[in-house]
């Protein structure tokens, strides 16, 4: 592990998340399936990066209950299916940004996701990549609204300035996704929080 890596992983822990560090991709989905036990409910937050793990197919194939609401049948049930996540056993996602003293950083639309990694699921795993790296608080804000969120935004056909160039303008556009900021500067209370570093890029 490089010592940047090891830094960030001590930094977690000295909040009191739990965290270790995998090379790639194919570590963290290991660690996922390794964590999660069979017939466990498994809530997952908006994240590209859990998408690109593709892990839904094995966690089915547990026995495992997966409420994404991303993957709706219809608009009308995504409200519900970000509520249902909420009450789950775990609750997977990512983080826009992890600073290297060990704070994470998220900008939601929502807020259901913000809201699961602080309050809600009896276990909450964070799967980031390095790539989500930043120096401090301000470089993490930085990175968020640079890479994220006008990613996102086009993801998701917004109409926002954002979206048509990539750069934050803090619009008051009516499609605007930037709603809620949260930092979470060490272990909530009530919420066992567990931060997987894979040293390779994932998501935005």
Known sequence: MEERYAR???????????????????GAQQELL?????????????SM?????????????????????????????????RRRALG???????????TEDGRLVNIDGTGNRVMGMVYGPRRVILVVGVNKLAADLGAALDRIRRE???????????KTPCAATGQCNDCNSPDRMCQVTTIIEGKPSSTDLEVILVGEKLGY
């Open 8 to 26: 960030v992983v001590a930094a977690l822990e000295k909040r009191g998340i739990k965290a270790i560090y995998v090379p790639d991709k194919e």
């Open 34 to 46: 390794e964590r999660i036990p069979a017939g466990a409910s498994v809530g997952i937050g908006g």
């Open 49 to 81: 990066t859990i998408q690109e793990l593709e892990v839904e197919e094995a966690l089915a194939a547990k026995g495992c209950e997966v409420v994404w609401h991303w993957r709706a049948p219809s608009p009308d049930q995504i409200d519900p299916l």
């Open 88 to 98: 789950c056993d775990f609750y997977l996602a990512s983080s826009n940004a992890l």
């Open 148 to 158: 994220a969120c006008p990613a996102n935004a086009r993801r998701l056909k917004r």
